[in-house]
């Protein structure tokens, strides 16, 4: 299993945090899924060998919420892949 944590910049509330655990739970390989609203980031636990970040990002998108640029550089300190911003 492996652990990530994504910036979510639209993350602002509840409704958020419901639909992107929701749909993101529905993943096969997903086996946790945490939003925290005031840090605006998910945590995110899942097998590499089962889905890839990109099915992960590309799940946040269709939920309307901007994933990460998959190919930006991680922040190892944090744990966390920066934003690409539009």
Known sequence: MTTTTLVAPDISCEQCQRA?????G????????????????IQIIYNPEKVTLAKIEEVLDDTGYRGPDINSPIDSAKGERAVRQP
């Open 26 to 41: 529905q993943l096969a390989g997903v086996s946790n899924a945490r939003v925290d609203i005031p840090s605006k980031t």
């Open 20 to 24: 992107i655990e929701g749909a993101l």
